[in-house]
């Protein structure tokens, strides 16, 4: 099936540092992808996605881009702050349309300091 | 709109105990879902109904019964708790296809 994969946590970062969190997949067909983020002790919420080759996601300062051809979906954000502490998904759409559910990958914890 | 909702917050049972967690959504979503999550292994699909009167497994349905009251409202039912089975739940929904929408999860411990 298909299968999601993220880089290995804990990150952690120096508030303002640059940041990359890797996400490679394997898919049979063109899934969409999703970054979500989970603060403590919260639900997750939807940062970005994208639903093509080449498109590129964007939320607060947070971009992925959609890549075919190294099946990769790598979050960066160029300068990090406090508040971005938290748990990041990266996941992919698998099914049928109007039957489709989230593959995630393990997740990823980052911690930012002052 | 309240959005997802679950119930209750946290729960606390003895092995062999049963129990049902409630998940209720005002989007007018026609999927919703229940996964859950385990330290290191992101979130594993349960189960699915993809429309009101439909319901299908997912990656780990064992120990888990569902039921799609209505479109609104979508149960996960323990019938004999396990320790396996202790991890937070979460509920979701979308209107077709993702991204999903979740609720703010029901942390379980089973003894």
């Known amino acids: 099936g298909d299968s999601v994969t993220q880089m290995e946590g804990p990150v952690t970062l120096s508030e303002e540092a640059f940041l990359t969190i890797n996400c490679t997949y394997t898919a049979t067909g063109y899934p969409s992808l999703f970054w979500y983020v989970q603060y403590p002790g919260e639900g997750l919420q939807l940062l970005l996605k994208a639903t093509k080759a080449d498109d590129k996601g964007s939320n607060k300062g947070f971009e992925a881009t959609y890549r075919k051809e190294t099946t990769s979906f790598h979050l960066e954000k160029g300068s990090v702050q406090v508040s971005d502490s938290a748990v990041y998904f990266c996941a992919l759409s698998e099914g049928v349309q109007g039957a489709q559910k989230l593959v995630f990958g393990q997740g990823t914890r980052l911690t930012i300091n002052p | 709109n309240a959005g997802v909702t679950q119930t209750p917050k946290f729960q606390v049972l003895k092995t062999g105990q049963s129990m049902t967690l409630q998940c209720a959504q005002d989007m007018n979503h026609n999927s919703m879902y229940w996964y859950r999550q385990d330290p290191g292994m992101g979130l594993r699909l349960i189960y699915y109904s993809a429309s009101e009167g439909t319901t299908d497994k997912g990656e780990v349905p064992n120990g888990y019964n569902v039921s799609r009251l209505n479109k609104r409202e979508f149960s996960l039912r323990l019938e004999s708790a396990a320790p396996s089975q202790t991890s937070v739940y979460f509920c979701?929904?979308?209107?077709?296809?993702?991204?999903?929408?979740f609720g703010p999860g029901t942390r379980l411990t089973v003894l």
């Open positions: 979701a929904s979308n209107r077709r296809d993702p991204p999903h929408y």
